[in-house]
């Protein structure tokens, strides 16, 4: 009979993975509205798809690590934790791409449009 802690790590490591392909059904969307149909604002779309994608990766790592820290109750794999680490730094790192464009566009005169994600100049 398996342990709590065994069906713990099978469902988490399956609902990151769930999780990690919504969000990469997502990328593959935006990017697909960026270069596919005609639209107004193509750069919004493609940064919207590289946030998705970051977020998609750092689910499917947060899920892998959570599943091999779960694994036993000590040593805690350093490994693992690099994998949370780099899985954290991921999931920010959207937000940090979003300050920079929109420090740029201040930098640069223009006015940051967080709806569309793109800098408007005038």
């Known amino acids: 009979m398996p342990t709590f802690r065994a069906i713990f790590r099978w469902v988490s490591l399956l609902g990151f993975i769930g999780l990690g392909l919504f969000y990469l059904n997502g990328a593959v969307f935006r990017a697909w509205v960026a270069g596919g149909p005609p639209n107004d604002n193509p750069f919004g779309w493609l940064f919207s798809a590289g946030n998705y994608f ?3 990766i750092s689910a499917i790592l947060a899920g892998v690590s959570f599943f091999m820290l ?3 109750a000590r040593p805690i794999s350093k ?3 690099a994998v949370l680490v780099l899985a954290l ?4 790192l959207p937000l940090l ?3 920079v464009a929109a420090d740029q566009c201040l930098d640069n005169g ?3 449009s ?3 994600l793109r800098c408007k100049h005038g």
């Open 70 to 72: 779960l694994k036993r």
């Open 114 to 116: 967080k709806m569309e």
């Open 97 to 99: 791409r979003e300050f």
């Open 79 to 81: 490994f693992a934790v």
């Open 54 to 56: 970051s977020w998609s």
């Open 89 to 92: 730094g991921l999931a920010a």
């Open 110 to 112: 223009g006015q940051w």
